[in-house]
């Protein structure tokens, strides 16, 4: 009787489990569109991915509209195979000069994604979009992005207010912050200089010394030694006996 209740009662663990990740997979919070970054270092080049999860509840997606934050004035999009993809300028008034002392009177506010073929449900899809951080440590960027399916669409631009978690938010804007740089001018997910000197892997007991090589082979030497002298000792002791 007691292990049959048991049984049941695991049996019925099981089902409230499965029951609960079902729900979460349908709920709209459980899978947002995002951007991940390369490198958050103010002042540094970055690219960033964003991240398309899912349809509008259903909906095969046709379209991705990604604003760009004002503080960004160039944008370098990466072609995708299945989507054309198309830069939606402004005008800046005045005229701005980049880092390397060109004037731009216009920049990049928007870049739109539109699918050759509609992504359907239950698929995901990347874009890749390559840009020059702001000098703007502690600085958050929001990249809105509007979602266009076969039937709606889903805006991707709610910002949490201060003190509020973006995850609770239904439709969250993608945005990350940008770091500073430390002392020798570099942050986590930096690349390594070219000249950095690369770092030997050695195995637990090795050594990547002359004196170690040496010291090994003696060994390997006493070793075959022993076992040599341990056969022909066992031979004269079957011969005694």
Same mark, same amino acid.
């Given at each position: 009787m007691h292990s049959t209740l048991r049984r049941v009662a695991r049996a019925g663990a099981v089902a409230a489990i499965a029951g609960g990740a079902v729900l979460l997979a349908?709920?709209?919070a459980a899978a947002h569109v995002t951007v991940t970054p390369t490198v958050t270092t103010a002042d540094s080049y970055t690219v960033l991915t964003v991240s398309v999860p899912h349809g509008c509840d259903g909906s095969a997606t046709t379209k991705v509209a990604i604003q760009i934050p004002d503080l960004v004035n160039s944008v370098t999009p990466t072609i995708n195979q299945g989507w054309t993809? +198309?830069?939606v300028m402004a005008t800046l008034d005045p005229p701005v000069t980049d880092s390397h002392g060109n004037e731009l009177t216009e920049r990049v506010a928007e870049i739109v994604y539109t699918a050759k073929t509609p992504l359907p449900e239950g698929h995901r899809d990347v874009f890749e979009l390559s840009l020059r951080l702001p000098d703007a440590a502690g600085e958050t960027l929001i990249f809105p992005a509007i979602q266009t399916c +076969?039937?709606?669409e889903t805006a991707w631009a709610q910002v949490p207010a201060d003190g509020e978690d973006s995850h609770?938010?239904?439709?969250?804007a993608p945005s990350f912050v940008i770091t500073a740089a430390d002392a020798d001018g570099t942050a986590a997910g930096d690349e390594p200089a070219d000249d950095a000197e690369p770092t030997e892997l050695t195995t637990a007991g090795s050594?990547?010394?002359d004196g170690g090589s040496v010291v090994g082979w003696i060994g390997l030497i006493l070793g075959l030694l022993g076992f040599t002298a341990g056969g022909l000792a066992l031979q004269?002791?079957?011969k005694t006996t």
């Open positions: 349908s709920s709209p993809v +198309e830069k +076969e039937q709606g609770e938010l239904d439709y969250p050594t990547t010394s004269r002791t079957r």
